[in-house]
C-alpha cells in the first residue's frame, strides 16, 4: 500500500495513535517518511507491525545505509568482490568531510560512521551545526571505534586529507522561507574541483550528494565529474531499501 501526501496527512484528521493502530492492523510492516522525528516515534510505540524510519527532520538513516554501500563499493580491493567483505574492512580508516548544513543526512551519518571505522570532518557555518545530543552521542561513538569525529566553520579544516567529499541540500524542507538567510550563511560553502584540491584533499577524493542537487552547493565541474558518485549512490537506494524490507519480513518470521 502506498499512502503519499495527497491520500494521508499525519496527525490532521486524525491522531498518530489512530493512524498508527489503523494501518498497522492492515500490513506486515510500514516504511515512513515524515517532518517531525516525533512523529516516527508515535508510529513505532504504538504500531503493531515494524516502522522503517525512511527520514524525519532529525535522521536519515537509510540514506546512510546507500551511502556506505557506495563507498564499500567503491574502496573494495580489485579481484575482490564487495559481498565477500565487510564494510568495517574496506572503509576503516577513511576520511570523510561533510561540507554543509547541520541536518538530518548528516546526523545519521554521525552516528554509523564510526561504526565502520571512518573519521568524520564537519563544516557548517556558526549557527548551522549538528544537534547537541546527537554530537553527544556521536562523539562517545567515536571514541568507542576509535575514530575522530571534528567540527569547524571553514570548508578548508573539513577538507583536509578527506578521500570523500559530501554535501547536501542546504534548504530542506519546511526551510524555503529561509531561503535568503541560509544562502548568506553558506558563502564560500560551494563545493568546487579548485576549492577542494586548494584545501588538500586525497589525490583520489571521491564525492557523495544524496540528490537532489541544486547549483549553489556544488558545480557541474565536481557532480558531473568521474570523482562524483552521486548516480551509483542514487541506484543503492533501490537495494538498500529493499534489504530493510527483507529483514523486516525476516522480523516478521516470513
Not at 517532518?35 to 503493531?48: Q, V, W
Request: net charge negative.
Amino acid at each position: 500500500m502506498f499512502l503519499g501526501s495527497q491520500d494521508i496527512q499525519l496527525g490532521v484528521n486524525e491522531s498518530l495513535l489512530d493512524t498508527s493502530k489503523v494501518i498497522s492492523s492492515m500490513v506486515d510492516g510500514v516504511m515512513a517518511r515524515v517532518g517531525a522525528h516525533e512523529e516516527i516515534e508515535t508510529l513505532a510505540k504504538y504500531s503493531t507491525v515494524p516502522i522503517i524510519n525512511a527520514l524525519s527532520d532529525m535522521y536519515h538513516p537509510t540514506q546512510i545505509l546507500a551511502d556506505i554501500m557506495t563507498l564499500h563499493e567503491l574502496y573494495t580491493p580489485a579481484g575482490q568482490q564487495p559481498h565477500d567483505l565487510d564494510p568495517s574492512t574496506t572503509l576503516k580508516n577513511l576520511r570523510m568531510a561533510w561540507v554543509g548544513d547541520g541536518n538530518n543526512v548528516l546526523h545519521s551519518l554521525m552516528l554509523q560512521l564510526p561504526k565502520v571505522g571512518m573519521h568524520l570532518a564537519i563544516a557548517t557555518p556558526k549557527g548551522y551545526e549538528p544537534h547537541g545530543a546527537i554530537l553527544e552521542q556521536a562523539s562517545q561513538n567515536a571514541a568507542e571505534f576509535q575514530t575522530s569525529l571534528t567540527l569547524h566553520h571553514e570548508p578548508k579544516q573539513a577538507i583536509q586529507g578527506a578521500n570523500v567529499i559530501v554535501t547536501d541540500t542546504w534548504i530542506s524542507m519546511g526551510q524555503e522561507e529561509e531561503k535568503k538567510k541560509r544562502l548568506e550563511a553558506f558563502a564560500g560553502y560551494q563545493l568546487t574541483t579548485e576549492m577542494i584540491q586548494a584545501n588538500g584533499a586525497q589525490a583520489d577524493w571521491k564525492f557523495l550528494h544524496c540528490l537532489p542537487r541544486k547549483q549553489e552547493e556544488v558545480t557541474d565541474d565536481v557532480f558531473y565529474s568521474p570523482r562524483s558518485h552521486v548516480f551509483q549512490e542514487a541506484e543503492n537506494r533501490k537495494w538498500t531499501i529493499l534489504a530493510c524490507i527483507d529483514q523486516l519480513m525476516v522480523k516478521k518470521g516470513f
